[in-house]
C-alpha cells in the first residue's frame, strides 16, 4: 500500500524515549523536569469546573463557522484585559493551536512554500508543516545578555518561496519576549517581502519579573505595525486546560477581511469545535486568574530555587549556568559540551531524573538542557539537585583540565 509523502515521518522510538519508556513500565521513580501538563502537576482546581459542559444551551446546533457569538466574545474581554479591544468578527475558535495552524499554512502557502521559524523553538511545527506538504525554514535566535531576533539572519533566509513567518511571543523554550523595536523591524521586513506574520501568544500571561507591558510583554494586538498578523492562542496555557481542547486565531490588519472569509470557508468544512465547550469557554476564561495565580508562584518558586542550587554549585565553580528568562515555564541551562545531550539526558534519567536535551528544540548537540519550571516544588528541587551533581562529579575535569 502506497501513502502519502506527507506522512512519512520517522517513527523510530529513540534511545532515550525508550529508556523513559521502560523506566515508568518497571515503575521506578522520576523526577520529571519536562512536565508540560497543568493537570498533572498538583494544582487546584475548582469542582465546579465542569458544571458549565451541562448547559441545555448546547443541545440547539448552531454551526456558526467562526464559532458561538458569546465564545468569541469572552475571547475579547481576555484581549480587552491586555489592553486591546477585539473586534469578536476577528477570532476563530479552533479545537487546539495546532488545527489553527493547520488552517493557516492552508490559507497562506501553497505545497511546496516555506515557513520561517526562529529556533529554539516549538519542535511540533515541522510536523504539523509537513502534514501541510509545506516547509520550515529555520532562522536563529541569539544570546547575548540575553535572548533577541538576529534579523538580518531572518532576512537571509527569505526566499521566493517564504510566505509567513512564525513567532513564538514569549518564546518557548527561550522565555524571550519580541521587543517593541524588534516587532516594528520585522514588520518591515514583512512588508518588503510581503510576508504574513504568525504570533503564537500561549504563553502570554506569564511573564517573570517585573511588569513587561511596555518593555515587550504585550500582546502583538496592542502593536499596530501595518502587516496581516495571526495571533494564535488557547486555554490550554491561559487556563491550564489543556483537555478541553479550545483555541482561536485572530487576524488583524491590511488583508485580513478577507482571510477571514477564506479562514471561514476552511472552518465550515471541518466544523471541528463542540457546542459544549464553546458555552463553557466564557466561564473558564473570565475565572483563569485563579489558575494562573498558581502556576505563576510555582514558576517563581521553582526558577528561585533553581537559582540557589546554582549558586551552592561545588567550590563557587559555575559548571551549569541558567539563560535569562522572561517568560513561559522553561529554563535553559548551559552545561559543558563533553558529550551528546542525549547521553547525558540518559544518564540523568538512570538516576531518575527526566530532562529534554537541548536538541530538541532546535539547540545543537551537545551543551544545553532544558527544565520545565511547572513541576510540583519539591521534585522539582530533587530533579535539580542530582541534575548538578551529576555534572559535578562526571565534569569536574572540564574546569581542571
Not at 23 to 52: H, K, M, W
Request: a negative charge; aromatic letters at 8%; one cysteine or more.
Amino acid at each position: 500500500m502506497r501513502f502519502s509523502k506527507r506522512t512519512d515521518w520517522n517513527t523510530e522510538e529513540s534511545e532515550l524515549a525508550r529508556a523513559h519508556r521502560e523506566r515508568v513500565a518497571a515503575g521506578q521513580p522520576i523526577a520529571d523536569l519536562t512536565a508540560s501538563n497543568p493537570t498533572r502537576c498538583g494544582f487546584e482546581y475548582p469542582g465546579e469546573l465542569l458544571d458549565s459542559l451541562s448547559s441545555t444551551e448546547a443541545l440547539d446546533y448552531d454551526p456558526d463557522p467562526l464559532g458561538n457569538l458569546k465564545a468569541r466574545q469572552a475571547v475579547g474581554r481576555y484581549y480587552a484585559g491586555h489592553g486591546f479591544e477585539a473586534d469578536p468578527e476577528s477570532i476563530l475558535l479552533t479545537a487546539s493551536t495546532s488545527e489553527a495552524y493547520g488552517y493557516l499554512f492552508k490559507l497562506l502557502l501553497n505545497p511546496g512554500e516555506a515557513i520561517l521559524v526562529p529556533r529554539p523553538s516549538y519542535p511540533l511545527f515541522d510536523f504539523l508543516a509537513h502534514a501541510e506538504s509545506v516547509e520550515v525554514v529555520s532562522a536563529p535566535l541569539v544570546y547575548d545578555h540575553g535572548w533577541q531576533l538576529d534579523l538580518e539572519g531572518l532576512r537571509g533566509k527569505i526566499s521566493a518561496r517564504t510566505r509567513a513567518i512564525v513567532l513564538v511571543h514569549p518564546n518557548n523554550p527561550t522565555g524571550h519576549f519580541t521587543k517593541l523595536e524588534e516587532a516594528r523591524k520585522l514588520a518591515a521586513i514583512c512588508r518588503e517581502h510581503e510576508l504574513a506574520l504568525i504570533v503564537d501568544e500561549v504563553f502570554l500571561d506569564y511573564g517573570i519579573g517585573p511588569d513587561r507591558a511596555e518593555g515587550g510583554g504585550a500582546s502583538f494586538a496592542r502593536r499596530d505595525l501595518g502587516i496581516l498578523i495571526f495571533i494564535v492562542s488557547g486555554i490550554s496555557k491561559i487556563c491550564g486546560l489543556p483537555q478541553m481542547k479550545v483555541a482561536w486565531l485572530m487576524a488583524l490588519g491590511p488583508g485580513s477581511r478577507e482571510a477571514l472569509a477564506r479562514l471561514e470557508v476552511l472552518a465550515d468544512t471541518w466544523l471541528s469545535m463542540i457546542a459544549p465547550v464553546q458555552f463553557a469557554l466564557p466561564g473558564w476564561l473570565d475565572g483563569r486568574a485563579a489558575m494562573q495565580a498558581q502556576i505563576r508562584d510555582r514558576v517563581r518558586g521553582n526558577l528561585a530555587e533553581l537559582d540557589r542550587a546554582l549558586e551552592r554549585q561545588a567550590n563557587g565553580h559555575a559548571l551549569v549556568n541558567r539563560l535569562e528568562v522572561e517568560g513561559g515555564w522553561y529554563a535553559i541551562l548551559r552545561i559543558p559540551a563533553t558529550q551528546p545531550d542525549e547521553a547525558t539526558a540518559i544518564a540523568l534519567l538512570d538516576l531518575g531524573v527526566w530532562v529534554h536535551p537541548g536538541y530538541f528544540f532546535g539547540m545543537g548537540e551537545s551543551g544545553w538542557l532544558v527544565a520545565s519550571l511547572l513541576s510540583p516544588f519539591a521534585e522539582f528541587s530533587t530533579g535539580v539537585a542530582v541534575l548538578l551533581d551529576y555534572v559535578s562529579r562526571n565534569h569536574r575535569s572540564y574546569l581542571d583540565g
